[in-house]
């Protein structure tokens, strides 16, 4: 049900359960990076996400409003109260992807409602590796809009052996928030959303394979060094 974090008794019931099952480790994650931080405390991941089982992880810019701060859920989710959070859903059930095998994320991930700086954007890479470390069933990562790309490749350039290793795909597209998507020109609204669904249908199918990696994956080849003069 889109919105369902404006009714009390679930929001209560999400926040009852915030530590059980398979979200627990991934909250007290959460509880660890809210300790002492200047910026406060992150939003929680729902108990209705895929939490350390999940099999893609999906990374948007920072919590917005209805997710952190004095009137947020406190979670990070599709049923939060707003715009954004009720398109990502839509956009991921129909590529037929359970939200129960993904799991919410943002490069950088306190609350501050505006756009992360560079130095912002690196302080969230060491808990994206952390994080990624406890999800040992990943295959794929989804990456909304421009500064979550950004985030990403901060994070590559330290840790991208562990990607390879792992055999984790990455896909980028657009935030699902109402800026991203709007233009004067309906084509062009229409490829960027387009570009959301293609990212999912590709995550669902990846998510959808037998084994992961494949069998058959080629290793890495070491690339030739460069010729010297």
């Known amino acids: 049900m889109a919105r369902a974090m404006r009714d009390k008794a679930y929001r209560d019931g999400q926040w009852a359960q915030r530590y059980t099952g398979r979200v627990a480790a991934i909250n007290r994650f959460i509880d660890e990076l809210g300790a002492g931080h200047e910026a406060g405390h992150p939003p ?4 209705i996400c895929g939490g350390a089982d999940a099999l893609a992880l999906s990374i948007s810019r920072d919590p917005g ?9 406190g979670f990070l989710s599709v049923e939060n109260d707003d715009p954004s959070a009720e398109r990502m859903g839509r956009f991921l059930r129909d590529a037929g992807v359970d939200y129960g095998h993904v799991l919410p994320w943002n490069a950088y991930p306190w609350y501050i409602n505006s756009d992360p700086t560079t130095e912002q954007l690196s302080a969230g890479v060491e808990p994206l590796r952390n ?18 790309a950004k985030g990403w490749k901060l994070f590559l350039r330290q840790h991208h052996g562990l990607i390879e290793r792992r055999g984790i795909v990455w896909l980028e597209t657009y935030h699902t928030s109402r800026q991203a998507l709007q233009t004067p020109d309906p084509v062009e609204r229409e490829l960027r959303e387009a ?12 998510m959808r394979c037998p084994t992961w990696p494949p069998v058959d994956r080629e290793p890495a080849t070491q690339q030739a060094e460069p010729e010297t003069a």
């Open 44 to 47: 929680y991941v729902p108990p």
């Open 195 to 206: 570009s959301i669904r293609n990212a999912f249908s590709l995550a669902a199918a990846v």
């Open 131 to 148: 994080l990624i470390a406890l999800m040992l069933r990943l295959r794929v990562v989804t990456l909304h809009g421009a500064a979550a």
């Open 65 to 73: 409003p209805k997710a952190g701060g004095l009137k947020g859920s």
